[in-house]
Each structure stands twice: as structure tokens, then as C-alpha cells.
């Protein structure tokens, strides 16, 4: 593990989430930010950061294919906690130039078209917004599937040369929806609706009783492949 990375680990071993937060906010001034895509988890921790007034940037991936239900939690968010939340959208020139030479949904005709698409939609503004900070935070959970169980809590990205911190990592779905409950923050209804892990429209399913976790997302491929690399293990980040 990297040192800064250690460094983060020791030093918010122990704490709650929100003091977690709080340290690193202090610690790294102006170089912490937060990816949203408005899921249990991520509304979660946007609610930590915005009710204590954290100076944490908090941001989204505009792909231009999500789902009414995702910009509506989006706007009430935003009106709930009257705080910015910024939004990275793909370079134009790429995406006009894979939509006009393959069309709009190439993605269902093969992994690698589906990786152009996550890359264009997804991984390069990515970057943009990562650019500068020294942590990532992210709503990562243990349980969401195999490969993030097999994560630590603090990571270091060699792809994007920063620490990720995943505040949230061992708290069980329950908690989360728990805390949603009791703090009265505004979800996704599309959870309510078999929908656990929701990204571009689509992109994502339902998912049925007994199926895995992420098997909404991507599902007319193999389970192997259902990271989209924003969150690679590897941190060979070239797919979502």
C-alpha cells in the first residue's frame, strides 16, 4: 500500500464514517471529493458531508443515459441540502463520433464496444474530476460483490495517482438503509423496485430473487465482467 494511503488508514482507523470524513476534509483541504451516482450508499455519505457542512467536493458522472428516477433524487438533493453537486460530462467530439459510426446502443454488441462507451461516458470525465485531489471518496460496500470484497476500506489508485477511501465499506445493506430511514434522506425509488445497483438506463435491470448483487448491471455478459472499472481491483481503469 502506498504511504499516503497507509497514513489515511492509521489514522481514520476507528472512527465513524463521518469523523472519518471530517479528518481527511482537514487533513487535505480542498483535495477531497466525493463521486455520487445518487445510490443508497452514495446518498448516505453526500448526506455526512453536506449536514456538517464538510468541505468536500461532491460530484457526478453526467452520462446522458440515466434514468428519470436518478435525476429527480439528483434535483431533490440538491434542493434538500441547497448545496452544489457538479457534474462531469463526456467530451463531445468522442461521443458524436462513436454514436454516428456505431449508434446509439453498440454497447449490446460486444464487451469491447461496451468498454468505448463506459470509457467515453464514464472514465475519461472521471479523470477530469479527479485531477489535482489526493483522496476519492466512494460508496463501495464489502458485500456488493466478490471483487470489492476483496478490497480494503483505503486504497491506493494507480491509475489516478490518489487514495480512495470507501467510508461505508463494512456497513451491511440493512445499515444503510437504516440510516436513510431514520435520517429521512432521499433515495433512488428504483431500489424499491429490484434495482440494488443503478447505473446508465440502459444498462441496468432489475434484478430477480436469488441473483446476485450487480446481476442488473451489464447482464447480457458474463458475470466475470461486471466491474465497469471505475472501481477495478487492477486499477486498470479503461471499461465503465
Known amino acids: 500500500m502506498d504511504q499516503l494511503a497507509q497514513h489515511i488508514q492509521e489514522q481514520t482507523a476507528g472512527l465513524?464514517?463521518?469523523?472519518?470524513?471530517?479528518?481527511?476534509?482537514?487533513?487535505?483541504?480542498?483535495?477531497?471529493?466525493?463521486?455520487?451516482?445518487?445510490?443508497?450508499?452514495?446518498?448516505?455519505?453526500?448526506?455526512?458531508?453536506f449536514s456538517n457542512n464538510l468541505p468536500i467536493k461532491v460530484f457526478t458522472l453526467e452520462t446522458g443515459r440515466l434514468f428519470p428516477e436518478t435525476y429527480y433524487v439528483w434535483n431533490r438533493t440538491m434542493e434538500i441540502y441547497g448545496?452544489?453537486?457538479?457534474?462531469?460530462?463526456?467530451?463531445?467530439?468522442?461521443?458524436?463520433?462513436?454514436?454516428?459510426?456505431?449508434?446509439?446502443?453498440?454497447?449490446?454488441?460486444?464487451?469491447?464496444?461496451?468498454?468505448?462507451?463506459?470509457?467515453?461516458?464514464?472514465?475519461?470525465?472521471?479523470k477530469r474530476a479527479l485531477k489535482g485531489n489526493v483522496c476519492w471518496i466512494t460508496g463501495i460496500r464489502a458485500e456488493q460483490s466478490p471483487n470489492r470484497h476483496d478490497m480494503s476500506n483505503v486504497e491506493w489508485d494507480e491509475g489516478n495517482q490518489l487514495v480512495k477511501f470507501h467510508p461505508i465499506f463494512n456497513w451491511s445493506l440493512d445499515e444503510v438503509k437504516t440510516y436513510i430511514k431514520n435520517n429521512n434522506i432521499p433515495y433512488n425509488t428504483l431500489h424499491d423496485r429490484g434495482f440494488p445497483s443503478i447505473g446508465c438506463a440502459?444498462?441496468?435491470?432489475?434484478?430477480?430473487?436469488?441473483?446476485?448483487?450487480?446481476?442488473?448491471?451489464?447482464?447480457?455478459?458474463?458475470?466475470?465482467?461486471?466491474?465497469?472499472?471505475?472501481?477495478?481491483?487492477t486499477e486498470i481503469i479503461t471499461e465503465k
Request: aromatic share 12%.
Open 16 to 49: 465513524s464514517p463521518g469523523s472519518a470524513l471530517a479528518w481527511l476534509a482537514n487533513a487535505f483541504p480542498g483535495q477531497v471529493i466525493f463521486s455520487s451516482s445518487f445510490g443508497w450508499e452514495d446518498q448516505v455519505i453526500t448526506h455526512l458531508i
Open 202 to 233: 440502459p444498462c441496468t435491470r432489475a434484478v430477480q430473487p436469488g441473483e446476485d448483487f450487480r446481476a442488473g448491471r451489464w447482464w447480457w455478459e458474463d458475470q466475470s465482467k461486471k466491474e465497469c472499472g471505475l472501481h477495478s481491483v
Open 83 to 126: 448545496k452544489p453537486i457538479y457534474a462531469y460530462y463526456p467530451q463531445h467530439e468522442p461521443l458524436e463520433q462513436m454514436v454516428s459510426t456505431k449508434g446509439p446502443n453498440s454497447f449490446y454488441e460486444s464487451v469491447d464496444n461496451r468498454k468505448e462507451c463506459c470509457g467515453i461516458r464514464k472514465i475519461e470525465p472521471l
